[in-house]
């Protein structure tokens, strides 16, 4: 059976010249997921992301 997961990018540098990078907790925030996706065997066939680079950054950290 297919499933659709949605997830929402890792927090964004708030206050920062730059809104539209992950701050280092969204990066671990990404990468927690990744792990924890891995550590379940949960596979992952096909990837959509936004055009922000937070969003993209998401799924590679995650990916």
Do not use: K, N
């Amino acid at each position: 059976m297919s499933q659709l997961i949605m997830i929402r990018h890792g927090q964004a540098s708030f206050l920062e010249d730059d809104y539209d990078v992950l701050s280092p907790r969204g990066e671990e925030q990404a990468i927690r997921l990744g792990q924890h996706w891995c550590e379940t065997g949960l596979r992952v066939d096909e990837v959509y992301t936004g055009p922000r680079l937070r969003q993209r950054r998401t799924a590679e950290l995650v990916g």
